[in-house]
């Protein structure tokens, strides 16, 4: 059985060591291998346009990984490259040593900070930042392999064509389309995060802490206000920008009239449930006292509902915003992301 096995492990390595008769044909090999990790990438990127989990795509990714791996072990078993010359396969080999590390382990770390954006602003801006110098990296590297094949293809009196393959165009497109909807994120996130911890407050009944969170918010959707006046739609196309000053006027207009309503509510609550305190530790409170205490039940009650409505009101609005800055990003992003 061993001298069987030995000459399958022959016969397999002799497939391999290919004897290319032009230098056409050995670009024409590498561009097989290289064009499998291209549609693996692409199939990535496109699960990432549509789906918000990163874990819910990673099946993907590992098969892009297997590509990467598969299409590096064949280039590799090459191993006199073209006729002895072996600069341009190595180069190669370091290419893809170098892009399974950034989707192995960079994207994995990537992951992982995805899970705890959502809870600050600044884990979501440093998810995005991370994940984006990924991506840089990754185009760094692609265009290093572009000026090595043409280096190789020069040396051997090879025209290449200067028009970027169709998948090409796809990648770069994505990525635009990408930086802008994540322009956009960042600036909705900021007060998104923020109504958040208003929210918190409110129901803590924390006076200082809603104040302090109100305030922010308004700076930040002023901030942001001012921000997309300069930004530029992406291809003319206004739809997420939009979105973005809308949800932006929302949360301005909640920081200055349901935050100040929201602590009126709750101090005048506070004074209520203290009138309470004080009337129970009495054994016999005087009429005027007890006057007192029902017109401030009186009140309170009657800030309760006009609260209540307002507090609906901004509930419904709120909703309808975010839905729809939800709606015009995915709807930007399946517009604008090329098709197969």
Known sequence: M????????????????????APV?????????TNTISQSTWKYTKAVAHSKSARKIDATRK???KSIQGASKKIAAVKGGYKGDVEYKDQLINYFS???????????KIID????????????????IARDMVNEKINTEIEKLNTNQKAFANKYGITISEDQSELGKKMAISNEVFKHQSD??????????TDINLMKAIEKKDVGSIQQNASSLEQYALEGIDKIKTAKPYKN?????????????FYKKEALEFAPAAVDFVMLNQKTEDAKKAMDSKSAPSKDEVAA?????????????????????FFNDKNTAITAWNTASDGFVTKHIPKD
């Open 63 to 65: 098969n892009l990984i």
């Open 113 to 128: 900070m995805q899970d705890v954006a959502e809870q600050s602003y600044d884990f979501m801006e440093a998810y995005i």
């Open 98 to 108: 170098l892009q399974e590390k950034y989707v192995n382990e960079d994207y994995a």
């Open 237 to 249: 196309d206004p739809m997420l920008v939009n979105a973005t000053k809308k949800v932006l006027e």
């Open 2 to 21: 061993k001298p069987t096995l030995l000459l399958v492990l022959l016969i397999s390595l002799n497939a391999f060591a290919q004897d290319f008769k």
């Open 25 to 33: 044909d050995y670009l024409n090999f590498i561009g097989k291998e």
């Open 184 to 193: 956009m994120y960042l600036i909705f996130f900021k007060v998104y995060i």
């Open 293 to 313: 205490y029902n017109k401030l039940v009186a009140d309170v009650n009657k800030a309760l509902g006009n609260y209540n409505k307002l507090n609906t009101k």
